[in-house]
Nanobody
């Protein structure tokens, strides 16, 4: 059974850092594109970043470029989202998603209907 489990969320002050993990079981993660999404209360879900299966291309939402970094550890079957210089507007539940497709743009990554999702991890940025 294919499963994704997020971890690493928490409460952090503005300017702080967190590293989210998306651990996969039941499938080999590097055969899938993995995306990170977030949803804040009262707002639509939005794509944050993804790493593709074919060539590990990465895409980022404009507002996180230069602050967030996505990476993959195939040996651990885990994808990470390193989040630095966090802002209150980064507060949301963060989800990882997986599917066998290769987006060529941020738009494609953000609008694709992923089949596999984790349960989410809360990130709160507040002083």
């Amino acid at each position: 059974q294919l499963r994704l489990v997020e971890s690493g969320g928490g409460l952090v002050q503005p300017g702080g850092s967190l590293r989210l993990s998306c651990a996969a079981s039941g499938f080999t993660l590097d055969h899938y594109t993995i995306g990170w999404f977030r949803q804040a209360p009262g707002k639509a879900r939005e794509g944050v970043s993804c790493i593709t299966s074919s060539d590990s291309s990465t895409y980022y939402k404009d507002s996180v470029k230069g602050r967030f970094t996505i990476s993959r550890d195939n040996a651990k079957n885990t994808v990470y989202l390193q989040m630095n210089s966090l802002k209150p507007e980064d507060t949301a539940v963060y989800y990882c998603a997986a599917d066998r497709f290769d987006p060529r743009t941020y738009y494609e990554f953000n609008t694709y209907e992923y089949n596999y999702w984790g349960q989410g991890t809360q990130v709160t940025v507040s002083s």
